[in-house]
């Protein structure tokens, strides 16, 4: 939905959905998210207005070990202020930035799409790795196959630059 945030006058509330989709995390990892239902509320405040946001998630991912299906459920809940930058804003300096103005984000347009948005908080909720159980095995990198499954006939191969290693059991 795309919202006019400079012209709410007065508390309002928005329900939407987001499509089932495909975020695409780098290095060929991805995650396949459930539809989403959210609700918006957006209040104004001086020079824009002010978005209050919750929604739940379901998603799949892939081990990081095996790559087996793994799902990832939660749910969130955000404040962001929405600012118009003004022509006359002084030119930024690199200066830290306080915990108040961190969710603060200045818009040069008038108009703001609520799902990218969403899709963001997205990025930061879904976890970087997830394993299918805390003790899986992983894939042989031999054969290819997945040791939870099957026992692999390759047994256990020794990276020839750690064989000094073992000379320091004997």
Known sequence: MI???LKVEAPSFFSESIEE??????YNYEAKVAP????????????GCSLSCSFSYSATLPCARCLEDVKVKGET??????KQKSSTDEV????????????????????FET??????Q?????????LCKED?????PNCGVNRNLTDCKCGISIDPRWSPLSKLRE
């Not at 239902?37 to 020079?47: H, L, Q, R, V």
């Not at 809940?77 to 929405?82: A, G, T």
């Not at 997205?122 to 997830?130: D, T």
Request: charged residues 35%; aromatic residues 8%; negative net charge.
């Open 92 to 111: 930024l300096k690199e200066v830290e930035v306080g915990e108040e103005e961190i969710d603060e984000i200045f818009l040069e347009e008038d108009i």
């Open 36 to 47: 989403i239902n959210f609700e918006i509320k957006a209040t104004p405040i001086k020079k």
């Open 136 to 140: 899986c095995k992983g894939i042989c």
């Open 122 to 130: 997205l990025f930061l909720l879904l976890p970087e790795k997830v």
């Open 21 to 26: 989709q495909v975020l695409e995390l780098g």
């Open 77 to 82: 809940f955000f404040i962001v202020e929405l």
């Open 115 to 120: 799902k990218e948005l969403v899709t963001e």
């Open 3 to 5: 919202l006019h945030y």
